[in-house]
T-cell receptor
Framework: DVKVTQSSRYLVKRTGEKVFLECVQD?????MFWYRQDPGLGLRLIYF???????EKGDIPEGYSVSREKKERFSLILESASTNQTSMYLC?????????????FGPGTRLLVL | AQKVTQAQTEISVVEKEDVTLDCVYE???????LFWYKQPPSGELVFLIR??????QNEISGRYSWNFQKSTSSFNFTITASQVVDSAVYFC????????????FGTGTSLTVIP
C-alpha cells in the first residue's frame, strides 16, 4: 500500500511566521503535489514536483514555495504566514508524471494562522 | 470555467436508502481519466475508482457503482443501501492527456447518512 505521511495533523501559527509543512511518501513515486482545500472551493493545486529539485507552479502558488531535495520528501513553505492561508493542506503522490496515474493522499494538515 | 462540476453540495439520506452523486466534466481532450475519491471526517482522501475515456462500461464494487456516459459528460456514483460509514465528502476529478498529470477536482459533495 502507498503510504503518504504529513508531519502534523494540526498546526497553529501566528501571522508573519515561517511555516514548514512536510510530506513523505514511501513508494518511490516520482510525482508529488501540494493542494489546499477550502469549503466550497474543493482542492486547488499549489505546486507539484515531478523529480528531485524540480517544481512546477499550480493554480495558486502565490505566498508559497516548495522544496524537494530527496525523492521521498516534498516540503511546502509559507514564507510569511497570513490569516488567509488558514486552510487544510493535502499532500499527494503518484508513480510517474502521466495523466493516467492515480494520486494518493496523505491525512492532511489543518493550519490555523492567527 | 469549471472542468468538473458537482452540483450537489450536500446530501442527506436515511440509512439503507440508495443515493447517487453527480459529476459532470468538461474537456476537449479525447483521452482522459476520471476519478472518485472519498474523504471521511479524518481528512485523508481515499481513492475509489479510476476510469479512462475509452471504457464506458459501468463498474460495480460491492455497494458502489459508477455510471460513465460520454454522451452527457457524466460520471455518476451510486451507493446502494447506504450506511453510516458512507458519510463523507466525495470528490470527482479529471485528468487529461493534454495537460499531463494535473488533476481537476470538483468542489465535492458532502453525504450524510442518518441512522
Amino acid at each position: 500500500d502507498v503510504k503518504v505521511t504529513q508531519s502534523s495533523r494540526y498546526l497553529v501559527k501566528r501571522t508573519g511566521e515561517k511555516v514548514f509543512l512536510e510530506c513523505v511518501q514511501d513508494m518511490d513515486h516520482e510525482n508529488m503535489f501540494w493542494y489546499r482545500q477550502d469549503p466550497g472551493l474543493g482542492l486547488r493545486l499549489i505546486y507539484f514536483s515531478y523529480d528531485v529539485k524540480m517544481k512546477e507552479k499550480g493554480d495558486i502558488p502565490e505566498g508559497y514555495s516548495v522544496s524537494r531535495e530527496k525523492k521521498e520528501r516534498f516540503s511546502l513553505i509559507l514564507e510569511s504566514a497570513s490569516t488567509n492561508q488558514t486552510s487544510m493542506y493535502l499532500c499527494a503522490s503518484s508513480l510517474v508524471p502521466q495523466y493516467q496515474e492515480t494520486q494518493y493522499f496523505g491525512p492532511g494538515t489543518r493550519l490555523l494562522v492567527l | 470555467a469549471q472542468k468538473v462540476t458537482q452540483a450537489q453540495t450536500e446530501i442527506s439520506v436515511v440509512e439503507k436508502e440508495d443515493v447517487t452523486l453527480d459529476c459532470v466534466y468538461e474537456t476537449r481532450d479525447t483521452t482522459y481519466y476520471l476519478f472518485w475519491y472519498k474523504q471521511p471526517p479524518s481528512g485523508e482522501l481515499v481513492f475509489l475508482i479510476r476510469r479512462n475515456s475509452f471504457d464506458e462500461q459501468n463498474e460495480i464494487s460491492g455497494r458502489y457503482s459508477w455510471n460513465f456516459q460520454k454522451s452527457t459528460s457524466s460520471f455518476n456514483f451510486t451507493i446502494t443501501a447506504s450506511q453510516v460509514v458512507d458519510s463523507a465528502v466525495y470528490f470527482c476529478a479529471l485528468s487529461e492527456a493534454v495537460t499531463g498529470n494535473q488533476f481537476y477536482f470538483g468542489t465535492g459533495t458532502s453525504l450524510t447518512v442518518i441512522p
